[in-house]
Each structure stands twice: as structure tokens, then as C-alpha cells.
């Protein structure tokens, strides 16, 4: 199978080493703002089966690159904590949605860190949580939801898995 994952940071770089890993034997195409000198790819960089394009999800060019011929493109972007408002992950889907109209691509995992809708966190924490919660967390929830959205609004041709991932953290939602 040939998967293009698109960020690997955190989560990314997981996913990276499963693929390559399997005995499947899978082509791994990595967009990374660095290329094939992205930490996360030092461990792999000698392996034929992957692949790095340099370039980030606000170049087309470098998306299409990446995700030419894939069978599955994987989304892995996610915010850190230096830049909460900027709206990346829905920047993200845009851009790839419109590379996989273009060039025939149907399937699409997006790997979502936001685990919790903010309706039930704000119903189920104290208000001084809430408050801090919402400081911290609003416009990356907000960026997610739009990213999502974006997704389902192409449902009538788009082949699509959204994952949310839940991290212990040590705080605990009841």
C-alpha cells in the first residue's frame, strides 16, 4: 500500500514505524516542513520504502507531491502550544481535500488529538476548569471541529476515517 502521512510529529512518527514495519512492505510518503531531516524520520532515513517532500499544508505543490499516487493519505497536524490560534489543521484539510479532487485520491484518516466535545467538558468540569480550559484549549477545539466539518461536507465522494486520540494526561472528565 502506498500512505502519505502528513505530519510526523507526535503521533505521526507512530504511525511512520508501523507502516514501514509491517510486513506488508508499504510505501511511506512523508510531508514534513524539513524533509528528510525531520527528527522523527532520522530513525528511517535509509529505508527505501519511505519517502519525504519537504514543504508544509499551506504549499498545493508540495501536497500534491506527497500524495501523488497514494492509496491513503493520513492527517497527523496538530496544534503545539506556541501557536493555539492559528487555524492549521483546518488549513490542512482544505488544502489536501482539493489536492485529492484534483488528482482522484478518495481515501482519508485524519488523526484528531481533541478527544472531547467542549459542550461535555464545560457540562462536567468545575468552573475554574472550564475557564482555564476554555483559555487554553477554545480556538484548537474550534479548529479541529472546522477541519472535521470541512471533511464531512465531502462525504458523497470522499472515503473517510476521522480518529480521535485520548492521551493520558493525568486530568480525567467524568
Known sequence: MKITVVGPGKTGKHLIAFALASPLRNTVT???????????????????????????????????????????????????????????????????????????????????EIAFEWDSVSKATTWSLRVFLNWLLDNMLLDHRRAEQLIVREKNWLNYTVCHIIRSSGFVVD
Not at 524539513?34 to 508540495?62: C, F, M, R, T, W
Open 30 to 112: 512523508v510531508l514534513a516542513r524539513s524533509g528528510i531531516s525531520h527528527p522523527s524520520l532520522q530513525l528511517h532515513k535509509d529505508n527505501p520504502y519511505l519517502k519525504a517532500v519537504e514543504g508544509d499544508v499551506n504549499q498545493i505543490e508540495a501536497i500534491a507531491a506527497a500524495c501523488k499516487d497514494s492509496d491513503a493519505i493520513i492527517i497527523c497536524v496538530g496544534h503545539t502550544y506556541n501557536d493555539p490560534g492559528i487555524p492549521l489543521v483546518e488549513t490542512a484539510v482544505r488544502n489536501i481535500i482539493k489536492v485529492m479532487k484534483e488528482t482522484g485520491r478518495k481515501r482519508l484518516i485524519i488523526v484528531s
